[in-house]
């Protein structure tokens, strides 16, 4: 044991000392554990070991983000039902702005939970005040807004309603100002009156959508990764697939729905992307989006007025119009190729294959200057002297999405804008009754939260071997294109970088002679 730390009486650090430590060694990233411990010592009188302090700081993310009013905290006792709470608190996120919110409801519904969980052989456990206190603690609640009492206020016109989210809008700056939605995407969706009649009718419906929730800053230069939620938590197709690679985030439950307690791990992710800047994140109020989040240092969370987004929320005033008709239109034109080569049933993709259109569509098609004039046109600065700027978007790139349709030759064929805004699209959330909570919770059936249908296939990845031979048949092709760029072939060439970076030189070499039989 070092010197210094002889005598002292041991103890446990409590999260205000974890945190301060943490912020200690970030504005000295230069100290060795030994100088943090020593810095404990000597600023709190406790003596920890080097493996406390390890561990400390590679916690660091979740320490700083720690609200104050939970840095007294020394360990954190479990609950000792733990998926009863789960559902708990997701009924308090559902309903918060639909009741009163007291300590007796709360109680009440752990009561009615507890029965409905473990009908057989009913835990004998009293919900005491004192549970609730610790529930409270374990969830970060510090108080229920009562119905009523959200301080959002109807007015009579726009313009008044504008006003006050101006005030609040020009105290940031542009690249601080963020928007987020959500949106439904029946992802198999054929521009066919005929086929989208019998894709959306009955349970085959849930199995074809997917919410997709888009996220980015005023003046168009950050584009969140999107968040895609399906039904399944592990489809067969993501077998063998590196999904941290996708430049996304996935979640799942039964509805493909977003939910309170989806919504509040999104804004405490962003929250820790967003370390060292303090952004103003506008939300609509939607009943999956929680108005209470505690512990929040970098994002501020801004609802709009209820009623009112579809004329002042950037996301409807283009955004998501602009996500669908590029997948939509990157959807038509693999279904065109898919004709062209062959490919038995090339409509029926999976969540992969919709994941991967979604994000092309998010990350190379939608602009920033069509996301910049999205928020001019909601008008939510006081002053804005910025022009619009021209984008195709919305004409160009349409007649292209109209073109495609045109060729796959539907009978029925639907028009653009039926393609682009289906009206079940648009339901993204509503509030869960017990049992759904509960089965979202607890996943009732095995196999819905698992896997996918059946008719879902998994594909084996191709070989290095195969990688690279394709690599070199796509530079071939490239180099006989008329309309290859630099640019495009200087891409290849970091593929095949990447690909044959991973082979093992180390093994043992071969000589010439290995590639010949030897003579009988």
Aim: glycine share 4%; hydrophobic share 35%.
């Amino acid at each position: 044991m070092a010197s210094h730390l002889k005598g002292v009486k041991k103890t446990t650090m409590t999260d205000e000392i974890r945190r301060a430590l943490c912020k200690h060694n970030k504005d000295n990233p230069s100290l060795t554990q030994k100088q943090l411990q020593e810095w404990v010592h000597s600023n709190y009188g406790l003596q920890v070991s080097q493996a406390t302090i390890s561990n400390t700081v590679k916690r660091s993310l979740e320490y700083l983000s720690l609200a104050p009013e939970r840095g007294d905290v020394k360990r954190h006792k479990s609950a000792k039902f733990p998926d009863l709470e789960k559902s708990l608190y997701e009924w308090i996120l559902q309903y918060q702005e639909h009741v009163n919110m007291t300590g007796e409801l709360i109680i009440e519904k752990a009561k009615k939970f507890m029965k409905d969980m473990y009908p057989v052989d009913t835990p004998d456990f009293t919900f005491s005040i004192g549970w609730l206190g610790k529930f409270k603690a374990r969830y970060g609640i510090k108080n229920f807004r009562r119905f009523g009492e959200s301080g959002s206020v109807e007015m009579d016109g726009m313009e008044d309603k504008l006003k006050s989210i101006r005030d609040k809008v020009d105290q940031f700056e542009m690249k601080d100002i963020f928007n987020m939605d959500e949106t439904g995407l029946f992802f198999r969706l054929q521009p066919d009156h005929s086929l989208a009649t019998m894709q959306l009718e009955g349970k085959k419906q849930d199995k074809e959508r997917l919410t997709v929730a888009i996220c980015c800053n005023e003046d168009g230069s950050e584009k969140l990764p999107l968040w895609i939620i399906g039904k399944y938590a592990k489809p067969r197709c993501f077998k063998n697939v590196n999904l941290n690679s996708l430049n996304c985030e996935y979640r799942a439950n039964k509805r493909a729905w977003m939910t309170g307690v989806l919504f509040e791990e999104y804004v405490r992710q962003l929250d820790k992307k967003m370390a060292g800047r303090k952004i103003l994140l506008i939300v609509d109020n939607c009943p999956a989006h929680p108005k209470i989040i505690e512990g929040l240092r970098n994002v501020e969370l801004f609802f709009l007025p209820p009623n009112t987004t579809s004329k002042i929320q950037p996301c409807d005033a283009g955004m998501i119009r602009a996500l669908k008709m590029h997948y939509r239109r990157r959807f038509y034109r693999s279904l065109l190729e898919g004709y062209e080569l062959g490919v038995p049933n090339p409509a029926k993709i999976n969540v992969l294959d919709a994941m991967n259109l979604a994000i092309s569509a998010w990350t190379m098609d939608v602009r920033a200057n069509t996301i910049a004039n999205c928020f001019r046109h909601c008008k939510l600065r006081s002053t804005d002297n910025m022009t619009f700027e021209n984008s195709d978007e919305g004409g160009e790139s349409t007649q292209e999405l109209q073109n495609l349709i045109k060729e796959l030759g539907y009978r029925n064929a639907m028009d653009v804008e039926d393609v682009l805004t289906h009206p079940e699209e648009n339901v993204v959330a509503q509030l869960l009754t017990d049992e759904e909570i509960i089965e979202r919770v607890i996943g009732i059936n095995k196999d819905d939260i698992d896997e996918e249908d059946d008719e879902s296939s998994t594909t084996e990845p191709p070989s290095r071997n195969e990688a690279i031979k394709a690599a070199i048949t796509l530079n071939n092709f490239l180099l006989s294109y008329e309309k290859t760029t630099q640019e495009v072939l200087t891409m290849l060439r970091k593929i095949r970088d990447e690909i044959q970076g991973e082979i093992d030189f180390n093994k043992k070499q071969k000589t010439i002679e290995s590639f010949f039989k030897k003579p009988s």
